[in-house]
């Protein structure tokens, strides 16, 4: 091998010259292969690296990883754990999430251009130049931030810690840094805001964690700009990554947590090297997943994710106020108190942490109609504190037909999401006697009733729901225990969901697209029918025999159009179901999924008790047959 070049395959770097570039691994193999040759002359070396450029532009081009394959792993193998503040993560339950830097400046609009998508990835939408990014930095002036005000509002929230972006992908630190692309010597503001917050939390009680992008960072490393500096990525990590976490872990107090974001291709290595700087610095502080390799402390699920039965270990669920993340000058679709109440509750009844997204406007106000949603919200988590802080999962493992539940001790917290005055809502599979029922902390009492077939049902009281969501209090002599076999009411419309399914000759999958504004959406689905035998089923308790509305909410691309079904019962009697394609769009190009909700018909279940509804393929499905989220039943009254 000739001395100005040579392969590294364990770190996939060529040496030219003194240059060191990274290349993939599929590249890598095509260039061991020809200098390996007998006959190979360093004459070939120039031709050699025209190849390496053209195999890597070719590779950017095809395998280039989706924003979701950027997250890695969701789960942490630490995850079931117990580290340093694990006991007080858990026990926490609610945060505040902020995207704030210098996207903020721009809120999507570049040089008179609106870009709809997420706010803080202004500068790759837009394909932006280093110096044009650059001079957003001379505009930025928040002069209306307000350490303690933003504090306060997470407090009146009731939430309990806040987690703000010290560094987004675009590259600007919101804080002091050695690197001089910071709010403080970069722009006329002048003052180091994180250093503020830390001390407004210290103040107010709260604690604090810092958003790094440790694997992205446009201002060092893109695609599209032409006037970007070269480097590698292993210069750009031990030069301003690393160095930028020390800062961070040494800078600004005792810490919760550092929450990393995309490692992207790191090696573990890499995620190991950023976790001893933490723990060096700051023993206490969690770690969440998407360091990447498996290395962090707890699992952090997809961006707009919440899981739909209950998860083990310590994990939270991230989602944002709107659509944005980052400021985004068109996005006024708030989630109002009621969603913000439900969403939370609904994390909480699944084991996790929930952390809602806020996004600053550039001049550091917070856009008013979130703050008011914020502090509703709030005032209802205050009146109903034991139910969500230190509260367990449901029981049941999944939310029920009527809304959902936590446990405190030896109550169960059922939240009616859908209150209709003086019907019955039903709890199915419930092994242990109740003592109490009560509503308004323990001021209405409310009938109930338990049965020999293990269902309880109580009934409402007739008065119109006063509160974002009505709380009933279901008091047990003992920790209370259930069987989580899935019951189909007798009231509300019941969901047999894809992820409570068995399948036969089909598989299990999720769906994760993004929408219009960069919100993501995820399903649980069933896939690939590869037979005419391909089947799924549920294991359910019947409370009620009788006629059932059926409706199927499915995707299918433009190949499954016109795939048959059958619903059977218990008894074998069959519900014929035909599906037609949902999307427009083909399998080579899938483009977003476009899940569809319809009726398809009356299916009767003629018997009480367990049994196993079945959802059949009736020939061969086209095309890998249908993407199946759910299977809706609902009684015919």
């Not at 590698?232 to 990393?260: A, H, I, R």
């Not at 939270?316 to 109440?341: F, H, L, Q």
């Not at 294991?539 to 199927?552: E, L, Q, R, S």
Request: proline residues 4%; hydrophobic residues 40%; aromatic residues 12%.
């Amino acid at each position: 091998m000739v001395a100005e070049f040579s392969v590294q395959s364990s770190k996939r770097l060529i040496f030219w010259h003194g240059i060191e570039i990274r290349v993939e691994k599929i590249i890598l193999n095509k260039l061991e292969i020809m200098i390996r040759k007998p006959n190979f002359s360093k004459r070939l070396i120039p031709f050699i690296m025209l190849l390496v450029t053209s195999w890597s532009l070719q590779a950017q081009k095809t395998a280039e990883p989706g924003m979701d394959k950027l997250w890695g792993d969701v789960t942490s193998s630490q995850s079931n754990k117990r580290p340093a503040n694990a006991a007080w993560f858990a026990n926490a339950k609610y945060a505040m999430f902020i995207h704030w830097g210098l996207f903020s400046q721009a809120s999507n609009l570049w040089k008179g251009k609106t870009y709809y998508g997420i706010g803080e990835w202004i500068m790759k939408l837009s394909k932006s130049s280093i110096s044009d990014y650059e001079g957003l930095a001379k505009e930025f002036n928040p002069v209306k931030f307000n350490a303690k005000e933003w504090v306060k509002l997470a407090k009146d929230a009731g939430m309990k810690y806040i987690i703000i972006t010290a560094k987004h992908h675009e590259g600007f630190a919101m804080f002091k840094s050695s690197n001089p692309f910071n709010i403080v010597d970069a722009t006329p503001f002048n003052r180091d805001p994180l250093k503020e917050l830390a001390d407004a939390c210290k103040e107010a009680g709260l604690k604090l964690g810092f958003y790094y992008s440790q694997f992205q960072d446009w201002h060092e490393i893109n695609s599209w700009s032409q006037d970007i500096k070269p480097t590698t990525f292993d210069e750009y990590f031990k030069n301003k990554s690393e160095k930028q976490v020390q800062e961070l872990c040494t800078n600004y107090g005792p810490l919760l947590l550092m929450w990393f974001d995309t490692p992207g291709s790191m090696t573990k290595d890499q995620s190991l090297d950023l976790v001893r700087i933490v723990k060096e610095n700051q023993p206490q502080a969690l770690i969440n997943s998407r360091i990447g390799n498996g290395v962090g402390d707890y699992s952090t699920y997809g961006d707009h994710e919440i899981p739909t039965k209950n998860m083990t270990g310590l994990w939270e669920a991230i989602n944002t106020s709107n659509d944005s993340w980052g400021s985004a000058w068109y996005d006024e679709n708030w989630k109002g108190p009621a969603e913000i109440v439900r969403d939370l509750i609904s994390v909480i009844a699944r084991g996790g942490n929930y952390m809602l997204n806020i996004g600053p406007r550039a001049d550091g106000s917070i856009p008013e109609t979130n703050a008011d949603f914020l502090r509703i919200s709030g005032a209802w988590i205050k009146q109903h504190q034991d139910a969500i802080y230190g509260a367990g999962a449901s029981p049941w493992q999944k939310s029920l037909p009527w809304g959902d539940c936590t446990m405190t001790g030896n109550r169960l917290n059922l939240f009616v999401f859908d209150w209709k005055p003086g019907d019955d809502i039903f709890l199915p599979g419930l092994k242990t006697k109740i003592k109490s029922v009560t509503m308004n902390q323990g001021k209405l009492k409310l009938t109930f009733q338990q049965t020999e077939d293990g269902w309880a049902h109580i009934t409402l009281p007739l008065i119109v729901k006063k509160e974002l969501v009505e709380v009933i209090n279901v008091e047990f002599d003992q920790r209370p225990e259930v069987n989580t076999t899935l019951g189909i009411d007798p009231v509300h419309p019941t969901i047999l969901r894809a992820d409570l399914a068995e399948v036969s000759k089909c598989s299990k999958a999720k769906a994760s697209w993004m929408e219009k504004f960069g919100e993501w959406k995820h399903k649980p689905m069933i896939k690939d029918w590869t037979s005419p035998e391909s089947m799924t089923s549920w294991m359910v308790d019947v409370k009620k025999a009788g006629n059932y509305f059926v409706n199927i909410e499915y995707n299918a691309w433009k190949e499954a159009d016109g795939c048959e079904w059958d619903l059977v019962n218990k008894s074998g009697r069959k519900l014929r179901i035909y599906t037609t394609e949902s999307t427009g769009a083909s399998m080579e190009v899938k483009s977003r999924f476009r899940f569809r909700n319809v009726r398809v018909g009356v299916l009767e279940l003629n018997e009480t008790g367990m049994q196993e509804l079945k959802l059949c393929a009736a020939s061969l499905p086209k095309g890998g047959g249908i993407q199946l989220y759910a299977i809706y039943l609902t009684p015919v009254e």
